[in-house]
């Protein structure tokens, strides 16, 4: 039988795990002949601004006395969000500022915390450097999400992983009741699945529509997380919200190896 799968592919999950650039369409100046003297002459007025700018710094005491950014005042207590929370939603970059700097899991207006905010601003190196500061690896932010879920499902793994090895809840649920094993699997991120695995999270644990993390491989057509769940002890004969077991929908997908290997440890027919 074919059961639908839960969604498509999301807009951060693309091949080699960039993001898709649509294709500029060509400037209308190109399909104009422009003729040699208005491009001299266009030529001419950028160099003519260019003459007027200040000249570039050339010795390093020049250059600092440029670039250098103000100065960072540190919170004035507590409760004030630490200087790494200062993320926007475009993804500013947070490295000039001291990282462990006041409470870092003071929550914003939206009940963000830092490590919440880094995240979702897809700012990686902050979001690193504010676990290591020892933020609550299992803050929610105002969907109720953990970050591990919110790491995994937008694809950051480098966090994801870094928060599985600090000890982040490897049972947690998002606001649709997934949990990170189940958000991993789903995304096809079989590495941070095994890790997962490996730190001894639930392998039972059911999805929004009964799926264990083994049925649910096996309905993704992820076949060899499908056996290492096997082999680690996952529940052979669970069955789904239709009462479709594993052994069932391996058939019918037609996964030999996976039939074999429930079979041989002991899946009903």
């Known amino acids: 039988m074919t059961l639908p799968s839960r969604s498509s592919v999301p807009w951060h999950k693309k091949e080699n795990n960039q993001l898709a650039t649509p294709a500029r369409s060509p400037s209308p100046w190109l399909k104009v002949g422009v003729g040699a003297a208005f491009v001299v002459t266009l030529a001419g007025a950028y160099f003519a601004v260019l003459s007027k700018l200040?000249?570039?710094?050339?010795?390093?005491?020049?250059?600092?006395?440029?670039?250098?950014?103000?100065?960072?005042?540190?919170?004035?207590?507590n409760n004030d969000l630490p200087a790494v929370s200062s993320v926007s939603s475009a993804g500013e970059n947070l490295q000039a500022a001291t990282p462990?700097?006041?409470?870092?899991?003071?929550?914003?207006?939206?009940?963000?915390?830092?490590?919440?905010?880094?995240?979702?601003?897809?700012?990686?190196?902050?979001?690193?450097?504010?676990?290591?500061?020892?933020?609550?690896?299992?803050?929610?932010?105002?969907?109720?999400?953990?970050?591990?879920s919110r790491a995994i499902d937008l694809g950051y793994l480098d966090?994801?992983?870094r928060l599985i090895d600090r000890g982040a809840d490897l049972n947690v649920r998002d606001n649709r009741g997934l949990t990170p094993?189940?958000?991993?699997?789903?995304?096809?991120?079989?590495?941070?699945?095994?890790?997962?695995?490996?730190?001894?999270?639930?392998?039972?644990?059911?999805?929004?529509?009964?799926?264990?993390?083994?049925?649910?491989?096996?309905?993704?057509?992820?076949?060899?997380?499908?056996?290492?769940?096997?082999?680690?002890?996952?529940?052979?004969?669970?069955?789904?919200?239709r009462g479709t077991t594993p052994l069932q929908l391996a058939r019918s997908r037609g996964y030999s190896d996976v039939v074999e290997r429930l079979k041989s440890r002991g899946?009903?027919?």
């Open 54 to 77: 200040e000249p570039r710094a050339s010795t390093p005491e020049a250059k600092a006395s440029v670039v250098s950014p103000p100065a960072v005042s540190p919170p004035s207590n």
């Open 100 to 148: 462990c700097q006041g409470d870092v899991n003071a929550r914003d207006d939206r009940g963000l915390t830092p490590l919440a905010r880094a995240i979702e601003a897809g700012d990686t190196a902050s979001a690193l450097r504010i676990v290591d500061c020892g933020a609550d690896l299992n803050a929610r932010d105002e969907r109720g999400n953990a970050p591990l």
């Open 159 to 161: 966090v994801a992983e």
């Open 181 to 241: 094993l189940a958000i991993a699997i789903d995304l096809d991120y079989p590495d941070i699945a095994q890790r997962i695995i490996d730190r001894g999270a639930d392998l039972n644990a059911r999805d929004d529509r009964g799926l264990t993390p083994l049925s649910q491989a096996i309905e993704l057509g992820e076949t060899d997380l499908a056996l290492r769940l096997i082999d680690r002890g996952a529940d052979v004969n669970a069955r789904d919200d």
């Open 267 to 269: 899946a009903a027919e």
